[in-house]
């Protein structure tokens, strides 16, 4: 017998590998706080919402702050509903631990609404990749350490695909060349954006201010950071849509009729 037996760590209430969830799904995940998912969870839920699909936000943290981030008032229903352009939508609904487990494995969204992806807010912990069958978001910034980033990915399910996103400043190939080294640790395929998601002033702002970035004026970092979430974004799309061509974003000012208007579908 092994001096030190290999121990799984898996919680009991995961689904076994190879499930996949019942819609596609987009997992927003890391291992270390702030680094920026709940903004991009909102990000691209948005842009989602305005290529025509009904998106719903799960957002697993105890803060819930994506319902915060998407203007959301606490006195709003529980299940809150958002229409973007003529189809699109985003329904967000905070759930946590394993009964988010079962609604996107088990029960499916039914009773809450129909919708073509869910797309997942997670709070800073290790099992935030752990979910199979889900396009994982990862965004890491300079000073998570390797390590952590290895804990979490280690326990990703091998039918998840990961997708790495640097936050903030690094020059491209450095990035390129980490990406390639965590691939070689983990031993399977690893994308990653190859252009980092910029952090500024403005996108602060308005998702401080529970104000939609994508109604901001598309110009210098902050066009970096939209074009950054629209290619993610696309991403998730083609789970839905493999075949389908990528609607272009509405202008700035169909963006910008982003007033607080939520109704309750239940
Ligand atoms: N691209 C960005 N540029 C500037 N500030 C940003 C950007 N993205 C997020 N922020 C800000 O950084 C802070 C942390 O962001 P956020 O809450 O999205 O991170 P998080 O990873 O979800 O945090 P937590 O681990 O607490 O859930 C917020 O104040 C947010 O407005
Ligand atoms: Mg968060």
């Known amino acids: 017998m092994p001096a030190n037996p290999i121990r799984s760590t898996r919680l009991a209430q ?3 590998p190879k499930h996949s969830p019942l819609i596609p799904t987009v997992v927003v995940a890391s291992y270390k706080g702030g680094v920026g998912k709940t903004a991009l ?41 958002r229409t973007y352009g003529s189809e699109g939508s985003v329904t967000v609904i905070g759930i946590r631990g394993s009964k988010a487990v079962d ?16 797309v997942v807010d997670t709070p800073p912990e290790v099992q935030g990749g752990a979910l199979p069958g889900v396009l994982l978001l990862t965004p890491v910034d300079g000073t998570d350490a390797a390590r952590n980033l290895l804990t979490m990915l280690a326990r990703t399910p091998s039918n998840t695909d990961i997708m790495l996103i640097r936050v903030g400043r690094e020059d491209r190939e450095d990035w390129a060349q980490n990406a390639r080294t965590l691939e070689r640790v983990l031993g399977r395929d690893v994308q990653f954006l190859e252009d980092p998601l910029p952090l500024t002033k403005l996108i602060k702002q308005a998702h401080d201010a529970g104000r939609s970035v994508w109604a901001l004026p598309r110009s210098g970092v902050t066009l970096d950071y939209l074009s950054s979430v629209d290619t993610l974004a696309e991403t998730a799309w083609e789970r839905v849509h493999p075949r389908r061509k990528w609607p272009s974003m509405p202008s700035q000012s169909a963006a910008a009729a982003y007033v607080p208007g939520w109704d309750d579908d239940e």
């Open 103 to 118: 609604l996107l494995y088990r029960i499916g969204p039914a009773r809450i609404g129909s919708f073509d992806i869910a």
């Open 14 to 16: 995961d689904p076994p």
């Open 41 to 81: 969870t909102v990000a691209i839920a948005e842009r989602l919402a305005w290529a025509g699909l009904h998106v719903l936000l799960l957002t697993c943290d105890s803060q819930e702050d994506a319902r915060h981030r998407l203007g959301v008032q606490a006195s709003d229903p529980v299940v809150a509903r």
